[in-house]
C-alpha cells in the first residue's frame, strides 16, 4: 500500500462523519488528533502522552464510553500534557456526535498499513492529506494554502542554507518551513554537520507565527511528522508578537488576504506606515525583519504594487532599504479566492548602514498573460516555472546575468528611474493578453460564488477600514 492510497482511504472515511454535519476541515482536524495518537504509538513515542490517554486506551473502547472517553483525552491532553503535545491539542474539542461513526473512525485507523506509511514517510502522507484538504473548495481551506509547485519554486530561487534563520510570519500548515528544511537537507553536506550544527537545523532554523488556532496545530503537526522542532508561535504578527521575531536569514511566506479584522490598524509599533491592508503591513515586517543581507519572497496580491498613498510610501521605502530584483507575476486560479491576482516578490536586504538606494532595477517576469486558469481541470505543476527559473539564474539574490526579452517576451527590465517615473507603481505589464477561456476553462459555480463573496468581504472591510480613519460609527 503506498502513501497515495493510505490518504485516499483516510480522505474517503470523511463520509462516515456526513451524519454527523461535520465539514471537511472538522474532519481533517478531527483525524489529526486521532492521527497523533496512533502516530505516537507507530514511532515509539508515547512517552510524551500521559499514561491512560494513549492509543491503545482509545481503541479498548466502544460505544457511548468510546466517545466520553474520545473528549475526556482531548481535553486532558489540551490541559495537562506537556510542550508541543499540550499545543496541538489546546482547546480541542470534537464535533462528532454519534459514537457509531467514531468507532468506524478508530477501526479504520487501526487497519491501514502502517508499515508502508512510515517507510515512505509519515510527514509526507500528513501533507498530501493537507493538500487534499484545500483542493476541496467546501473545506474552504484554499485561501491560506499555497501550492506546493509555487513553495517549491520560491525556496529553490532563495536558496535557503544550513545554519541560517528561516521565518515564515503567516504560517499557514508550515509549508514553506518545511520545503526550506527538505531542500537544505537535499544537500548531502548536511550529513557532515557537526552535532551542534544539526541541532540547530532541527530545533531552532524554522520558527514564525500562525493566527488562526485550528491552522496553528496542522502546522505543528506537520512541522513534528517531518522532524522540526522550531518554534512556531500562535500569534498575530502584526501585533507586538511579530515584532518580538528574530531577524531572519531568509524570509518566505504567504501572507493573508484583505485587510485587518475591524478595519483597525496594526499594534505595532515599528512600523513606519500605519495601514488596516494587511498585505502592506506584512510587507513591512518582512522587509524590517531581514538580516543585512537577508532576502525573501513573498506572495502578495496586485493591489500591493499600485495602492496609492500609504502604499507608495511603502513601496518607496522597500526599494530604498532592500534590493527588489524581481517580481514574477503569477498566473490566474492558483488560490482559493479567484479573483485575487498575486505575484511573487523576491528582495535582499541592503547590506548594514545602507537603506537608501539598493534598488537599481526591477526584473517582472510575466506568467499570467497568455496562460490558462489553474484549477482541477489544468492543475499547476512544477513545469510551469522551469522558464521563469531559467530566466532568474542561478544566484539566490538576483545578480544572475539575465537576458531582457523586450516587449515579446515574458522577461522585461525597468530601471528604478523608470519605475518612480510611474509613481512607484509596480504594477507593470506589456503583453497582450490574448487567451480566451474555452468551456473547459470557465470556473465552476463555486468558483463564481467564491470570488464575488472575496469581493464583497474585502469592499466590506475596506468600507470599514475607510469609516475608522474618517472617524465615522458604522
Not at 460564488?449 to 465615522?472: D, F, H, N
Request: glycine share 8%; charged share 30%; proline share 5%.
Amino acid at each position: 500500500m503506498t502513501t497515495a492510497d493510505i490518504v485516499r482511504k483516510l480522505w474517503d472515511l470523511c463520509h462516515v462523519l456526513r451524519d454527523d454535519g461535520i465539514t471537511y476541515h472538522e474532519y481533517l482536524t478531527e483525524l489529526t488528533y486521532l492521527l497523533f495518537l496512533k502516530m505516537a504509538k507507530e514511532t515509539g513515542t508515547e512517552k510524551e502522552l500521559p499514561k491512560g490517554y494513549r492509543w491503545d486506551d482509545l481503541s479498548a473502547k466502544g460505544g457511548i464510553e468510546l466517545l466520553n472517553f474520545y473528549r475526556a483525552t482531548l481535553l486532558h491532553l489540551g490541559t495537562e500534557a506537556s510542550g508541543r503535545v499540550q499545543a496541538i491539542f489546546v482547546n480541542a474539542k470534537t464535533s462528532i456526535k454519534q459514537p457509531k461513526n467514531l468507532g468506524t473512525l478508530v477501526k479504520e485507523i487501526e487497519r491501514l498499513d502502517w508499515y508502508s506509511a512510515r517507510e515512505e514517510g509519515l510527514g509526507n502522507m500528513y501533507e498530501d492529506l493537507l493538500e487534499r484538504n484545500a483542493s476541496e473548495k467546501k473545506s474552504g481551506a484554499g485561501q491560506y494554502f499555497t501550492p506546493r509547485p509555487l513553495i517549491d519554486c520560491m525556496v529553490r530561487l532563495v536558496q535557503p542554507k544550513a545554519g541560517e534563520l528561516v521565518q515564515d510570519p503567516a504560517a499557514g500548515t508550515a509549508g514553506f518551513l518545511i520545503a526550506a528544511d527538505r531542500f537544505i537537507r537535499a544537500d548531502d553536506k548536511m550529513y557532515e554537520l557537526p552535532q551542534r550544527a544539526q541541532d540547530f537545523q532541527k530545533k531552532k532554523a524554522f520558527y514564525g507565527i500562525e493566527l488562526v488556532e485550528d491552522a496553528h496545530r496542522l502546522a505543528l503537526m506537520n512541522l513534528m511528522l517531518h522532524g522540526i522542532e522550531g518554534n512556531l508561535l500562535r500569534g498575530d504578527t502584526l501585533s507586538p508578537d511579530g515584532a518580538r521575531l528574530a531577524p531572519a536569514d531568509v524570509i518566505l511566506t504567504n501572507p493573508p488576504f484583505g485587510t485587518k479584522k475591524g478595519g483597525g490598524l496594526p499594534s505595532r509599533e515599528d512600523f513606519t506606515y500605519p495601514t488596516s491592508n494587511k498585505q502592506l503591513a506584512f510587507l513591512q515586517h518582512i522587509y524590517r525583519g531581514l538580516k543585512p543581507g537577508g532576502r525573501a519572497a513573498v506572495v502578495l496580491p496586485d493591489n500591493v504594487l499600485f495602492e496609492e498613498n500609504t502604499g507608495a510610501q511603502i513601496r518607496s521605502d522597500l526599494m530604498d532599504k532592500c534590493d527588489l530584483h524581481t517580481i514574477l507575476r503569477l498566473p490566474t486560479g492558483i488560490f482559493y479566492a479567484q479573483g485575487v491576482k498575486t505575484n511573487v516578490l523576491f528582495f535582499t536586504r541592503g547590506e548594514e548602514k545602507k537603506d537608501k538606494g539598493n534598488t537599481r532595477a526591477v526584473w517582472v517576469y510575466d506568467l499570467r498573460a497568455n496562460m490558462p486558469s489553474f484549477g482541477k481541470r489544468t492543475p499547476l505543476g512544477p513545469e510551469h516555472f522551469a522558464e521563469f527559473e531559467k530566466a532568474f539564474g542561478s544566484d539566490p539574490y538576483g545578480k544572475s546575468r539575465r537576458k531582457d526579452q523586450g516587449e515579446a517576451g515574458r522577461f522585461r527590465r525597468f530601471t528604478r528611474e523608470e519605475i518612480k517615473a510611474r509613481g512607484d507603481n509596480l504594477d507593470i505589464s506589456w503583453l497582450k493578453d490574448e487567451s480566451v477561456r474555452g468551456a473547459d476553462d470557465l470556473p465552476e459555480p463555486e468558483e463564481i460564488a467564491a470570488e464575488i463573496l472575496e469581493k464583497l468581504r474585502v469592499a466590506t472591510e475596506e468600507m470599514a477600514a475607510l469609516q475608522v480613519e474618517l472617524g465615522v460609527e458604522a
